[in-house]
T-cell receptor
Framework: EAQVTQNPRYLITVTGKKLTVTCSQN?????MSWYRQDPGLGLRQIYY???????DKGDVPEGYKVSRKEKRNFPLILESPSPNQTSLYFC??????????FGPGTRLTVL | GQNIDQPTEMTATEGAIVQINCTYQ??????LFWYQQHAGEAPTFLSY????GLEEKGRFSSFLSRSKGYSYLLLKELQMKDSASYLC????????????FGKGTKLSVIP
């Protein structure tokens, strides 16, 4: 089954404790992206990647890191999480940045 | 900066037709998307417009006017399951796949 998977689905952590949210797709897509969704603010793009070793900033990259060492994986790294990074995070992939397939989301709470 | 405007909420009756508008002011334009998002779920792709005109796909149609910075999503023969948020998103730059979303329109379909 073609899909985008994210792990974990839910995470509660504390300020400053490094964490990684994994994202994997099995559709051989070149393009992958991370978004956060907050009430009243909508979906905002954090980072995106057009291919292996190619990443670029979205609208809200501060406080986040990404890497694209393999085509199928695009982890999101929070080196020192803060409460304002509490949000619902979505990973997405597509062939070329057009129709994007979204993962199920990761709900992160930073205390 | 990029600005994408959509109505926050709309209500329509089952079986009717509803039009959800989206206006954008962006530094450039390389395509416009519509996504549907049911509460608690990931967004799913509805349409992609890059040229002016109407794209029809079953009960859903999307229209684009680049000169006016305007798009709409038309939903016909509304069903209860169409109750969802509808997200307008723009790629503002040629050669870039940075994607900017509007805040979404929450559509409620009533009997």
């Amino acid at each position: 089954e073609a899909q985008v998977t994210q792990n974990p689905r839910y995470l509660i952590t504390v300020t400053g404790k490094k964490l990684t949210v994994t994202c994997s797709q099995n559709m051989n897509h070149e393009y992958m992206s991370w978004y956060r969704q907050d009430p009243g603010l909508g979906l905002r793009q954090i980072y995106y990647s057009m291919n292996v070793e190619v990443t670029d900033k979205g609208d809200v990259p501060e406080g986040y890191k990404v890497s694209r060492k393999e085509k199928r994986n695009f982890p999101l790294i929070l080196e020192s999480p803060s409460p304002n990074q509490t949000s619902l995070y979505f990973c997405a992939s597509s062939v070329s940045g057009n129709e994007q397939f979204f993962g199920p989301g990761t709900r992160l709470t930073v205390l | 900066g990029q600005n994408i405007d959509q109505p926050t909420e709309m209500t329509a009756t089952e079986g009717a037709i509803v039009q959800i508008n989206c206006t954008y002011q962006t530094s450039g334009f390389n395509g416009l998307f519509w996504y549907q998002q049911h509460a608690g779920e990931a967004p799913t792709f509805l349409s992609y417009n890059v040229l002016d005109g109407l794209e029809e796909k079953g009960r859903f149609s999307s229209f684009l006017s680049r000169s006016k910075g305007y798009s709409y999503l038309l939903l016909k023969e509304l069903q209860m399951k169409d109750s969802a948020s509808y997200l307008c998103a723009v790629i503002p730059g040629a050669g870039s796949y940075q994607l900017t979303f509007g805040k979404g329109t929450k559509l409620s379909v009533i009997p």
